[in-house]
């Protein structure tokens, strides 16, 4: 076998002894199955403390949803004419009690890998309708939320009944509760669950109760579109690769310009995330995006802090109504 020779030179590099070998070859065993089959992996001390980062990141995450350390901030997305806000993404939060806030991209991935990302979905959707009823009764004028939904989430077979429970028990509107999906869920198989109904029924169940559905970061998934009509979705969000560059970069504008153009024929709004500069924000409304949501109009804020964003009036953007006055007099 011609792997023979070189795994002979691995040791004793990769371990002296014999459980020291086999630990480290199923750390490349599973490193070779996270990339997809007809591959090998060598084992290399990176790989390890990528491992070891993973599991303490796991065991802290099981821990943080036992013990309250999550948390949920919302970003407004805002109509880019009135600049009123229009609606709410809701963002997990995890303040670990050591290392202070973990990022997302630090703890989503593994939360999907190990399942735990079910258990943060139920978590936020809770949390979610918690918050609404808050802002109701101190007399805020609700807008739809947002919320990030898995695939392995949006393949229980209780989505649906848990959605009509909460909107049900706290007298809200289904309407205002918004679904957002990468393009990848839609193309993921199902996987063997309540008698293999697919994700489109699943949708399409959610949409029967009033619930909107996006995108998430189109643009960035699978090139068919054939789903967009299938599926029947309320909003495209334009991943915020494509608007960083947007004034600057002549392949970008054209593809938000196609992006645009398709969902305006097709009757599904358009949001562009990222959105961090007043060029960029000028260049979408001449464009005819309608929508936007980035830091150039507020950080995700805690549920205590969003008075600014549902008291009904226009979000305050001094800085670029100061970039327009200077225009203006130029």
């Given at each position: 076998m011609v792997l023979n020779e070189e795994i002979l030179h691995l040791y004793p590099r990769d371990g002296q002894d014999v459980g020291s070998l086999l630990r480290h070859?199923?750390?490349?065993?599973?490193?070779?199955?996270?990339?997809?089959?007809?591959?090998?992996?060598?084992?290399?001390?990176?790989?390890?403390?990528?491992?070891?980062?993973?599991?303490?990141?796991?065991?802290?995450?099981?821990?943080?949803?036992?013990?309250?350390?999550?948390?949920?901030?919302?970003q407004p997305v805002i109509e880019i004419e009135t600049r009123r806000v229009t609606a709410l993404?809701?963002?997990?939060?995890?303040?670990?009690p050591v290392k202070g806030f973990v990022p997302p991209a630090r703890f989503i991935s593994i939360a999907e890998e190990t399942g735990l990302i079910a258990g943060i979905g139920d978590f936020v959707l809770r949390r979610v309708f918690s918050d609404m009823v808050t802002w109701r009764n101190t007399g805020l004028t609700l807008v739809p939320?947002?919320?990030?939904?898995?695939?392995?989430?949006?393949?229980?077979?209780?989505?649906?009944?848990?959605?009509?429970?909460?909107?049900?028990?706290?007298?809200?509107?289904?309407?205002?509760?918004?679904?957002?999906?990468?393009?990848?869920?839609?193309?993921?198989?199902?996987?063997?669950?309540?008698?293999?109904?697919?994700?489109?029924?699943?949708?399409?169940?959610?949409?029967?109760?009033?619930?909107?559905?996006?995108?998430?970061?189109f643009g960035t998934g699978y090139s068919s579109l054939s789903?967009?009509?299938?599926?029947?979705?309320?909003?495209?969000?334009?991943?915020?690769?494509?608007?960083?560059?947007?004034?600057?970069?002549?392949?970008?504008?054209?593809?938000?310009?196609?992006?645009?153009?398709?969902?305006?024929?097709?009757?599904?709004?358009?949001?562009?995330?990222?959105v961090e500069g007043w060029p960029q924000l000028e260049m979408l409304r001449k464009m005819g995006c309608r929508f936007a949501q980035g830091y150039l109009f507020a950080e995700p804020a805690p549920a205590s802090k969003c008075r600014e964003f549902l008291n009904g009036r226009r979000l305050g953007l001094t800085d670029v109504e100061t970039d327009i006055l200077r225009v203006n007099v130029g």
């Open positions: 070859s199923d750390t490349a065993m599973y490193q070779a199955k996270d990339r997809g089959r007809n591959n090998f992996q060598i084992f290399s001390p990176i790989m390890d403390r990528k491992l070891k980062e993973r599991v303490a990141i796991e065991a802290s995450l099981r821990t943080a949803l036992e013990s309250a350390q999550l948390d949920v901030h919302y993404e809701a963002l997990v939060r995890w303040k670990h939320v947002s919320i990030n939904v898995s695939p392995g989430q949006l393949g229980r077979s209780n989505l649906r009944a848990a959605i009509t429970d909460l909107t049900d028990s706290n007298q809200i509107d289904p309407s205002l509760l918004q679904i957002e999906l990468t393009e990848g869920a839609m193309f993921e198989p199902v996987g063997p669950r309540n008698g293999g109904e697919s994700y489109e029924s699943i949708v399409n169940e959610l949409r029967a109760l009033g619930v909107r559905i996006a995108i998430d970061d789903y967009l009509k299938r599926w029947h979705v309320d909003y495209l969000k334009i991943d915020r690769s494509f608007i960083r560059d947007l004034v600057t970069d002549s392949n970008d504008h054209a593809i938000v310009g196609a992006i645009i153009a398709m969902a305006k024929h097709l009757r599904i709004s358009v949001v562009a995330e990222g």
